[in-house]
């Protein structure tokens, strides 16, 4: 497996609406083998393929705990076909936004059709952190980040600690 390299805010392919996937053949389960591993790698818990440059409708996910055995799950084509009306607040991070959180309402839980690792059509029903990961991924398919779902002064804020911290780094 090959470590990926991470494409961050404000790359254009970031802003991109990603293209389908039209068969899962060995060399998109290569691709999603070696997006896992970045992921793991960069202690993520979802990693969508326009952040390692890739403008596919391709998602990996593993909201396993530490400690818990890896549950990873492989989305090609994913689309959410159902949005709870009831809403939940949670923390979020973003691999492409290094060291920034902030807190986002998503509905709770969502119904999402996809192909899986071996291009069998599935259906979950993901709920709490799951449906959290789910929508956060997703949206990186159509070039959403979840700061576009801030108010513009908490975006601001965000990127110019950002920016900061950017900065700091390179001195
Ligand atoms: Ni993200």
């Given at each position: 497996?090959?470590?990926?390299?991470?494409?961050?805010?404000?790359?254009?392919?970031?802003?991109?609406?990603?293209?389908?996937?039209?068969?899962?053949?060995?060399?998109?389960?290569?691709?999603?083998?070696?997006?896992?591993?970045?992921?793991?790698?960069?202690?993520?818990?979802?990693?969508?393929?326009?952040?390692?440059?890739?403008?596919?409708?391709?998602?990996?996910?593993?909201?396993?705990?530490?400690?818990?055995?890896?549950?990873?799950?492989?989305?090609?084509?994913?689309?959410?076909?159902?949005?709870?009306?009831?809403?939940?607040?949670?923390e979020?991070g973003?691999?492409?936004?290094?060291?920034q959180r902030a807190?986002?309402?998503?509905?709770?839980?969502?119904?999402?059709?996809?192909?899986?690792?071996?291009?069998?059509?599935?259906?979950?029903?993901?709920?709490?952190?799951?449906?959290?990961?789910?929508?956060?991924?997703?949206?990186?398919?159509?070039?959403?980040?979840?700061?576009?779902?801030?108010?513009?002064?908490?975006?601001?804020?965000?990127?110019?600690?950002?920016?900061?911290?950017?900065?700091?780094?390179?001195?």
């Open positions: 497996m090959t470590k990926l390299k991470l494409y961050e805010y404000p790359h254009p392919i970031l802003k991109k609406i990603a293209e389908k996937v039209t068969v899962v053949d060995d060399q998109i389960r290569q691709f999603m083998d070696d997006m896992l591993e970045t992921m793991y790698v960069e202690s993520g818990v979802g990693l969508a393929a326009p952040q390692v440059g890739v403008s596919k409708r391709i998602v990996v996910i593993d909201v396993a705990m530490e400690g818990e055995k890896p549950n990873p799950l492989y989305f090609v084509n994913p689309e959410i076909v159902w949005r709870s009306d009831e809403t939940e607040v949670c979020e973003c691999l492409s936004i290094p060291e807190e986002v309402e998503r509905p709770a839980s969502v119904k999402v059709k996809y192909l899986d690792y071996n291009g069998k059509e599935q259906e979950l029903l993901a709920e709490g952190f799951l449906a959290v990961a789910v929508q956060h991924e997703l949206d990186h398919l159509d070039g959403i980040l979840y700061i576009d779902h801030l108010s513009r002064l908490k975006r601001q804020m965000l990127l110019k600690k950002l920016e900061k911290l950017r900065k700091f780094n390179k001195e």
